[in-house]
């Protein structure tokens, strides 16, 4: 039996959030043939694991800092990056807009019909939005709430074309999934997952992990953004 394959990039901008990418990351990859491979299970299960290749994406190769955590080791850049079925994207400070090189490489892989998903972990969506090249324009999009709240206040998100969404801990919008806050970015996993692999393999992986996630709604976090005009 030919097994699926696939090819999934996370990418590494500098000082983003280390749960932001561990968390996600770890929880798709406990679906992966090579990590399925250590479970005893039929092998009508197990075929139903794909092999998963990561790549670790930036600017070049040099080592990247994350919040916490030890050093992240690139293995391509953002112009040597092979074809990719998925991203995922930690959110790092989102004053800062993200390097050149990665907003064109997002845009150029969301238009390639090969990339079937973007996965935007909190703040990565503002990052995006930040870069100003109008990839997220007329999405539906979660963020940290918390520094929508503040972006708002301060009067930062008027005008923009992006419809944010306060009350969600995630939301999917054609190929762009995205998270609200740090933990959210594990529930966007789950419901990834869901989307994406057997149900044999979710419920299994959700046994091993012992990990009950969260719907998008409803959102306890939802009261921070209460009374506050996002859009």
Partial sequence: ????????????????????????????????????????LPQSILDKAPIINWHYISSDLTPVRATSGPMQTPTCTYESCPPLDYIVVPGPDPSKAPP?????????????????????????ALAVANAGDGVLDGKQVCANKMTLRMLAEAGLLKGTKINWVGDKRWVVDGKIWSSAGVTAGLDLAAAFAK??????????????????EREAQPDSFARILEGVELN
């Avoid at 064109?104 to 998903?117: G, Q, S, Y």
């Avoid at 994406?196 to 959700?206: A, Q």
Wanted: hydrophobic share 45%; aromatic share 8%; glycine share 2%.
């Fill in 1 to 40: 039996m030919i097994l699926q394959t696939l090819d999934i990039g996370l990418v590494l901008l500098p000082d983003h959030q280390w749960l932001d990418a561990a968390g996600p990351v770890d929880y798709i990859n406990n679906y992966s043939h090579q990590m399925m491979s250590l479970v005893p």
């Fill in 100 to 124: 050149s090189a990665f907003s064109k490489f997002l845009k150029e892989r969301l238009d390639d019909p090969k990339t079937k998903a973007v996965l935007l972990i909190c703040t990565a």
């Fill in 195 to 212: 989307a994406h692999f057997d149900k044999m393999l979710v419920d299994l992986v959700k046994d091993i992990m012992e990990y009950e």
